[in-house]
């Protein structure tokens, strides 16, 4: 009896060491993102696969952390103290406001933004080159131009452009600014429309009404995650709404000319591993997403009093037929 009970003290204080040592050689990443939305969660899933394929398994050697902030900044705040407190090995910020939150709760930590317009601007780095410090990541900022190039192939004359942003977010100003820039140097109109919040969406849309032969939506993230209020705008008063990102097509958008933000989040991810592996991330570049796809939905056009080409049809990586 004595004997039993020895090998079993035994077996569970080998057990203990073993889930000790297991404990141990898991390595932690924290990911959080301003708010969920179709673009920023498929950033988040590329992360986490991208981290499998290169052997960091959650729940095996690896924990993932991860949470969202519901686009508010006051939560936004909560979880960068509570993931600095936490001390993970690498922080992944997704989109612009959750990046400068953490940027400057962590001074330690390695930091990965992602789905970051302008990290110049917003003051996450530096530099794109060797940004220094404990922070690099990803950027998406838009080719400006050869979205308008898009607009104008099918709607070639539009000359004002309405576009709703929230003033209050730094990525959301930089694209603005360049946007009325480009258009300027075409002989067109921007029409700016402001939303600080979601539910001030659906009013600054039906503000371009009889202002805007267009509308373009940039990577916003307050917008985007309120873009069907735009898109309903569009349908009852047929104005065309384009946008910058390809899942928004699904949603109803016309078209857009873009990257898919999975494949965005893949490319973080795979800085994160690099991370994890001993390089620094001050030593490493800003890295950018360079292959463009088409996405088109005929459905969404006609909804809003035009039709789309055979050959621009032709030319989508993806058509869209949201019959709604």
Same mark, same amino acid.
């Given at each position: 009896?004595?004997?039993?009970?020895?090998?079993?003290?035994?077996?569970?204080? =080998?057990?203990?060491?073993?889930?000790?040592?297991?404990?141990?050689?898991?390595?932690?990443? /924290?990911?959080?993102?301003?708010?969920?939305?179709?673009?920023?969660?498929?950033?988040?899933?590329?992360?986490?696969?991208? =981290?499998?394929?290169?052997?960091?398994?959650?729940?095996?050697?690896?924990?993932?952390?991860?949470?969202?902030?519901?686009?508010?900044?006051?939560?936004?705040?909560?979880?960068?103290?509570?993931?600095?407190?936490?001390?993970?090995?690498?922080?992944?910020?997704?989109?612009?406001?959750?990046?400068?939150?953490?940027?400057?709760?962590?001074?330690?930590?390695?930091?990965?933004?992602?789905?970051?317009?302008?990290?110049?601007?917003?003051?996450?780095?530096?530099?794109?080159?060797?940004?220094?410090?404990?922070?690099?990541?990803?950027?998406?900022?838009?080719?400006?131009?050869?979205?308008?190039?898009?607009?104008?192939?099918?709607?070639?004359?539009?000359?004002?452009?309405?576009?709703?942003?929230?003033?209050?977010?730094?990525?959301?100003?930089?694209? !603005?600014?360049?946007?009325?820039?480009?258009? /300027?140097?075409?002989?067109?109109?921007?029409?700016?429309?402001?939303?600080?919040?979601?539910?001030?969406?659906?009013?600054?849309?039906?503000?371009?009404?009889?202002?805007?032969?267009?509308?373009?939506?940039?990577?916003?993230?307050?917008?985007?995650?309120?873009?069907?209020?735009?898109?309903?705008?569009?349908?009852?008063?047929?104005?065309?709404?384009?946008?910058?990102?390809? /899942?928004?097509?699904?949603?109803?958008?016309?078209?857009?000319?873009?990257?898919?933000?999975?494949?965005?989040?893949?490319?973080?991810? /795979?800085? !994160?591993?690099?991370? =994890?592996?001993?390089?620094?991330?001050?030593?490493?570049? !800003?890295?950018?997403?360079?292959? =463009?796809?088409?996405?088109?939905?005929?459905?969404?056009?006609?909804?809003?009093?035009?039709?789309?080409?055979?050959?621009?049809?032709?030319?989508?990586?993806?058509?869209?037929?949201?019959?709604?």
């Amino acid at each position: 009896m004595a004997n039993r009970i020895l090998r079993t003290l035994l077996g569970t204080a =080998l057990l203990a060491l073993a889930t000790m040592a297991q404990a141990d050689d898991q390595r932690v990443v /924290a990911i959080t993102q301003i708010v969920e939305h179709p673009a920023l969660d498929a950033v988040y899933q590329g992360v986490r696969d991208e =981290l499998e394929e290169k052997g960091y398994k959650d729940g095996d050697n690896l924990r993932i952390m991860h949470e969202s902030a519901q686009g508010n900044s006051a939560i936004a705040s909560q979880i960068a103290r509570k993931f600095v407190g936490e001390g993970p090995d690498v922080i992944v910020a997704i989109a612009t406001p959750s990046a400068q939150t953490m940027a400057a709760a962590a001074r330690k930590t390695p930091v990965v933004f992602s789905a970051v317009t302008d990290p110049v601007g917003a003051k996450l780095v530096k530099s794109l080159k060797a940004p220094g410090a404990n922070i690099t990541g990803v950027t998406d900022m838009l080719p400006i131009e050869s979205h308008l190039d898009l607009l104008e192939r099918v709607v070639p004359d539009a000359k004002r452009i309405g576009t709703v942003y929230n003033p209050g977010e730094a990525n959301a100003v930089a694209l !603005v600014e360049l946007l009325e820039e480009r258009l /300027a140097a075409r002989g067109m109109e921007l029409v700016k429309a402001a939303a600080t919040k979601t539910s001030e969406v659906l009013g600054a849309a039906r503000s371009l009404v009889g202002k805007a032969d267009a509308i373009y939506l940039t990577t916003d993230n307050t917008v985007i995650s309120a873009v069907e209020a735009v898109i309903s705008v569009g349908e009852r008063a047929s104005i065309p709404v384009f946008a910058a990102d390809t /899942a928004t097509v699904g949603r109803g958008a016309v078209a857009a000319l873009g990257f898919d933000y999975y494949d965005h989040g893949r490319q973080t991810g /795979a800085m !994160v591993a690099r991370i =994890l592996e001993g390089a620094n991330p001050g030593d490493m570049d !800003v890295e950018s997403v360079d292959t =463009l796809e088409l996405f088109v939905n005929p459905a969404a056009a006609e909804r809003m009093g035009i039709t789309l080409s055979d050959d621009l049809i032709s030319d989508a990586k993806e058509v869209v037929n949201s019959d709604q």
